[in-house]
């Protein structure tokens, strides 16, 4: 399995912006797309972004389209979300995994188990 760490979450006023980082583990790690997914509080989980594994495609859910972009270093094995116009609904914990990226469901997870995930709180 890919092992993945999430960084960069925290508290900012709503209008702000935060950048989250995804770290993955394996040397192997350009060959899988990744998705950020994200868990409001006492809600399911959601995939909000993906990026292929060249970083040529991306997805974005509807709730974050024009505001969150997504992008990756392949060389040093990172995925990032640039998060903007930050507001309120968009508070909880962000994940990111190896997934398959499509229009419909933006990102299905490729593997079961979760990183501890980075919390993005919004709130004045």
């Known amino acids: 399995q890919v092992q993945l760490v999430e960084s960069g979450g925290g508290l900012v006023q709503p209008g702000g912006s935060l950048r989250l980082s995804c770290t993955v583990s394996r040397s192997t790690s350009h060959y899988y797309a990744i998705g950020w997914f994200r868990q409001p509080p006492g809600k399911e989980r959601e995939a909000i972004s993906c990026i292929s594994s060249e970083g040529g495609t991306t997805r974005y859910a509807e709730s974050v389209k024009g505001r969150f972009a997504i992008s990756r270093n392949n060389a040093e094995n990172t995925v990032d979300l640039q998060m903007d116009s930050l507001k309120p609904v968009d508070t909880g914990v962000y994940y990111c995994?190896?997934?398959?990226?499509?229009?419909?469901?933006?990102?299905?997870?490729?593997?079961?188990?979760w990183g501890q995930g980075t919390p993005v709180t919004v709130s004045s």
């Open positions: 995994t190896a997934s398959v990226c499509s229009t419909r469901a933006i990102a299905t997870p490729l593997q079961d188990s």
